[in-house]
């Protein structure tokens, strides 16, 4: 079949394990979307999903094409990324207690479609985790055993990281907002 063709099912179950304990574990994208979507509600919550997703899209394909590399083999250019990320958290940070303060003033306003959007792209982007995992962990799934290029092959894993991402932040966004429901009754 095509799917055989292009990725190798024999790495398939050790992979969907590890995305599955990579989406439990907790990190600054469940952080920034439980936040939305508990304080600005679902909409807010399913706009950071899908900025979120845009952003692994935009990982796996500086993966597949060998951006991965370069970092690999100049260590300052990750260590400078580490410390941007860890800057735009701070600032995330003092945004959000910005905001608190606004709101206690009735001056604030709820977060647009596009703020929490480009905020979950940014937020992803920045995260240590998420590059580690694109650039030193997806290509371990990558085959010899099958004709797929390296390039294809990891392709076709991000596509699949990604949809599953996706699908897990959702279902954590309606049960939130169910539970705020709730207890809001």
Same mark, same amino acid.
């Given at each position: 079949?095509?799917?055989?063709?292009?990725?190798?099912?024999?790495?398939?179950?050790?992979?969907?394990?590890?995305?599955?304990?990579?989406?439990?574990?907790?990190?600054?994208?469940?952080?920034?979307?439980?936040?939305?979507?508990?304080?600005?509600?679902?909409?807010?919550?399913?706009?950071?999903?899908?900025?979120?997703?845009?952003?692994?899209?935009?990982?796996?394909?500086?993966?597949?094409?060998?951006?991965?590399?370069?970092?690999?083999?100049?260590?300052?250019?990750?260590?400078?990324?580490? *410390? /941007? @990320?860890?800057?735009?958290?701070?600032? #995330?940070?003092?945004?959000?207690? +910005?905001?608190?303060?606004?709101?206690? !003033?009735?001056?604030?306003?709820?977060?647009?479609?596009?703020?929490?959007?480009?905020?979950?792209?940014?937020?992803?982007?920045?995260?240590?985790?998420?590059?580690?995992?694109?650039?030193?962990?997806?290509?371990?799934?990558?085959?010899?055993?099958?004709?797929?290029?390296?390039?294809?092959?990891?392709?076709?894993?991000?596509?699949?990281?990604? *949809? /599953? @991402?996706?699908?897990?932040?959702?279902? #954590?966004?309606?049960?939130?907002? +169910?539970?705020?429901?709730?207890?809001? !009754?």
């Amino acid at each position: 079949s095509k799917v055989e063709e292009m990725i190798d099912l024999n790495v398939m179950p050790v992979f969907i394990l590890s995305v599955i304990a990579l989406l439990l574990a907790p990190g600054p994208d469940m952080v920034l979307i439980s936040s939305l979507s508990i304080n600005k509600g679902r909409a807010a919550g399913l706009w950071a999903c899908l900025g979120n997703m845009t952003s692994g899209v935009l990982l796996t394909i500086a993966t597949a094409l060998g951006v991965a590399g370069v970092i690999k083999e100049l260590p300052y250019s990750f260590e400078a990324m580490r *410390v /941007m @990320g860890g800057c735009y958290l701070l600032y #995330l940070a003092w945004a959000g207690l +910005k905001e608190i303060s606004l709101d206690q !003033k009735g001056e604030g306003q709820s977060g647009n479609a596009w703020s929490c959007y480009k905020t979950a792209v940014v937020n992803n982007l920045m995260n240590p985790k998420a590059l580690l995992f694109f650039m030193m962990f997806l290509p371990q799934f990558v085959s010899q055993n099958i004709d797929a290029s390296p390039r294809e092959q990891l392709l076709l894993l991000g596509l699949i990281l990604n *949809v /599953m @991402g996706f699908l897990f932040n959702v279902s #954590l966004v309606v049960l939130l907002s +169910k539970v705020v429901d709730a207890l809001m !009754k």
